[in-house]
């Protein structure tokens, strides 16, 4: 079956697209079937948020929260259990792309209870319990890109366990990504284990910075202020990417390891819905299509794509000098990049908690009732 042309193209040109949801609705109806067949995704993404919205609000539930509660678990208990078992489904379901793809894509992604952010030992534990509970090759372990996050993420990939490391907002946070995951990688070398099988991404937000961003320079009000918004996240992207190229290029540092069957670990653009009804529903993808890439969407932005997605080629290829132009016009413009950032990362982190504790809450409420 041919998949859809728009997300063809984006193949073409290296970028693999992602399913940025996952619920037991969308399994049992058949959607990821036709993600997966018509509209050409190749993984899936998950995280808190994504979990709060499908499990609160559906009663397809209902009969595992009901065994749940008859085995004696726990409310986080169970709400592992819901989780583990979509994810679960969704790993079978994707692992002839797994097989197809030599393991890069067809990959899952869960991630560690949001509470444990700035808790590498915890990390560490809960993410090596879902590795084995799971026990998929396709499976990747969501790590937040905090300090703590980091360390765990060199921990595990030592260890084997595919990871993708979310949550990273800036260049800097990207590159101590990068160093961690190559030297998680010489350690996995070294502990006799086959690299080969280790799969990484790193995961860059985007609309969000350009939400805040757009903010600071519409207050500050200049032409020039005003002609930079809606580049923001599109250029910390594109400045990500360049040090990617470098990073991961013939005749670098990352040639010992790939001679050793170590792969590259790819960016991922995540938060790419566009939140900004003035811009192109597509944005986000068009802009950031390139080699060696994958574009998480949500349903309505996949849809989008699929519908109108004008794709223009490698937008990222052969950019660093105008994104690097672009990004100090936008600090010269007096936008302190570092201070949003961290805010960022906070808020981010801070959501996420959020949403487990709602949905923890909403699983403990009707364990109780059952």
Known sequence: MSINPHIADLKK????????????????SGAVDTFINEMGVVGITTNPSIFEKSITMSSTYDATIAQCAAAGESASEATFSLICKDVDEACKKLLPIWESSGGIDGRVSIEV?????????????????LWERLSHPNLLIKVPATSAGITAIQQLTSEGISVNTTLIFSVECYEAVVNAYIEGLREAQNNGLDISTIVSVA?????RLDTVVDKQLTDIG??????LRGKTGITNCRLAYDIFVQTYKQGGKFDELAALGG????LLWASTSVKNPAYPDTLYVVELAGPHTVNTLPQ???KAVADHGDIKGDTLTGKSMEAAAIWQAIKD???????????LEKQGV??????WKNLVASVESRMKDM
Not at 263 to 266: C, D, G, L
Not at 350 to 355: D, K, L, Y
């Open 13 to 28: 040109i290296g970028t693999s697209v992602w399913l940025d949801d996952l619920s037991t609705d969308l399994l049992d």
């Open 113 to 129: 209870e949001p509470g444990f952010a700035h808790d590498t030992a915890n990390t560490v534990k809960q993410a090596r319990a």
């Open 203 to 207: 995961s860059i937000f985007v609309s």
């Open 222 to 227: 200049t032409e020039r202020a005003l002609s």
């Open 263 to 266: 792969h590259p670990q790819r």
């Open 300 to 302: 309505r932005t996949l």
């Open 333 to 343: 413009e007096g936008v302190d990049i570092n201070a949003v950032v961290q805010m």
């Open 350 to 355: 801070a959501a996420f908690i959020e949403s």
